[in-house]
């Protein structure tokens, strides 16, 4: 019978992380508009899993990031990577985030920050009107 480790590995928090990008300072009239989740569509299988496409769905928020060919360009290489980006508002700002990530793969991407205020840009856009 094997014996047992007399030092065994702590249970807790383990090393995954969100990076969130944050719009404050805003006055939301209603959640539902701002609330969004853009999930990409696949083709492939393993190595050769490509993203083809992104479908947001949600509020008001979802159909103006949708109709936005640029941003769409922006995300469709990132998303392989990203895996979803969600839209979540609070009580005076909005959240803008990806998927959980293990602590060796986490850090800031130009690139999807660039994505994440054009995102951003459109919802200041959506409050204003």
Known sequence: M?????????????????????IGSLHIPDRELFTA???????????????TELQWR???????????KDLSEMLLPLMQEEGEINIDPQEDRVRIYTKWKREDKIGF???FFKAAERIATVIRQLIIT
């Open 2 to 22: 094997p014996t047992q480790d007399p030092n065994p590995l702590p249970y807790g928090a383990l090393p995954y992380y969100q990076v969130h990008y944050i």
């Open 109 to 111: 991407d130009l690139k």
């Open 58 to 68: 949600g509020g008001r928020i979802a159909e103006l990031l949708k109709s936005d």
């Open 37 to 51: 989740r853009c999930v990409p569509i696949t083709k492939g299988w393993l190595a050769k899993k490509r993203v």
